[in-house]
């Protein structure tokens, strides 16, 4: 695999983000990059940190989908009691928070 490019509009830093509902939106504090590569005419958009992988034949698919990952985390695990979760998924949330700023 190759790494075609980490381009700054792919890095998603200093957007607001808004949840499924509109309700609420946060704004990242921190780049999360998106390590774009391209393979067999098929996109890929990667963050190993977050366990993310989007896959799309249209960049612009490939983008869209890495960025509703990043709110589905969020939502998901970002802002959910610490009780509810697993060690794992406490983890995962760690990560999310380190680059939300609020």
Known sequence: MRLIC??????FY?????DKTG???F?????I???????DDVYFCRNEELGIVAVSPKLEGCVK??????????NEYGKENDAKLTSDAKELKRRI???VKK
């Open 6 to 11: 980490v381009r700054p509009q792919h890095s």
């Open 23 to 25: 309700a609420e939106k």
């Open 65 to 74: 989908d890495f960025e509703d990952e990043i709110i589905f985390i969020w």
């Open 14 to 18: 200093g957007r607001f983000w808004w």
């Open 27 to 31: 704004l990242l504090a921190e780049p």
């Open 97 to 99: 928070l380190r680059y």
């Open 33 to 39: 990059i998106a390590n774009v590569s391209l393979r």
